[in-house]
């Protein structure tokens, strides 16, 4: 089955600065990679995705890039404010089959202002 | 619209008690799922539904049984809870299998002694 790593562990930056998160899995069938953040007390929310036809996709400060030779993903933020402060989870999926999804371990990102 | 709801947000069991995790949402969504967040696991699935009347099992789905008897609803039993049942449970829908955008709840924080 699909196995998705997750590194860093956690992650801190200077306010302003960029963060990169990076992702690898194992199941090249997948073909559906969303990013979500889970601010404290809060369940996971999405903040952007990819798919396996895309190479980047932008929105604003996020980015996410793909590598489907390589079979890794990275999310890029850019600019960071201190409500980026959470923790990241990365997935992989294959689209169009019960919407199962594979978490990674997950990043805690600290933005210290 | 509430999204998805998710009860209790804590809980305290003694070993071999049951209860049961409940979740709802007024999103009509056809897909639901359960997963357990544990630290430095990321999120994994217990057992999905992709409408009223059928479920299945995700990747840990020992211990743990699911109906889907509404579209509505999707509750979560533990019949003899265990230590490592100790978890934070999140609740999760999407419009239909193949919709992709996860809305998850805010979790239940289960500790098992």
């Known amino acids: 089955g699909e196995n998705v790593e997750q590194h860093p562990s956690t992650l801190s930056v200077q306010e302003g600065d960029s963060a990169v998160i990076k992702c690898t899995y194992s199941?090249?069938?997948?073909?559906?990679f969303p990013w979500y953040k889970q601010e404290l007390g809060k369940g996971p929310q999405l903040i952007i995705d990819?798919?396996?036809?895309?190479g980047e996709k932008k929105d604003q400060r996020i980015a996410v890039t793909l590598n489907k030779t390589a079979k890794h993903f990275s999310l890029h933020i850019t600019e960071t404010q201190p409500e980026d402060s959470a923790v990241y989870f990365c997935?992989?999926?294959?689209?169009?089959?019960?919407?199962?999804?594979?978490f990674g371990p997950g990043t805690r990102l600290s933005v210290l202002p | 619209n509430a999204g998805v709801t998710q009860t209790p947000k804590f809980q305290v069991l003694k070993t071999g008690q049951s209860m049961t995790l409940q979740c709802a949402q007024d999103m009509n969504h056809e897909y639901m799922s359960w997963y357990r967040q544990d630290p430095g696991m990321g999120l994994r699935l217990i057992h999905y539904s992709v409408g009223a009347g059928i479920t299945d099992q995700g990747e840990v789905p020992n211990g743990y049984n699911v109906s889907r008897s509404t579209t509505e609803d999707f509750p979560l039993r533990l019949l003899s809870a265990a230590p490592s049942q100790t978890s934070v449970y999140f609740c999760?829908?999407?419009?239909?299998?193949?919709?992709?955008?996860?809305?998850f709840g805010a979790g239940s924080r289960l500790t098992v002694l």
């Open positions: 199941d090249s069938a997948s073909n559906y």
């Open positions: 997935a992989a999926s294959i689209s169009n089959y019960g919407q199962n999804f594979v």
């Open positions: 999760a829908s999407t419009m239909y299998p193949g919709a992709n955008v996860l809305t």
């Open positions: 990819i798919r396996s036809n895309v």
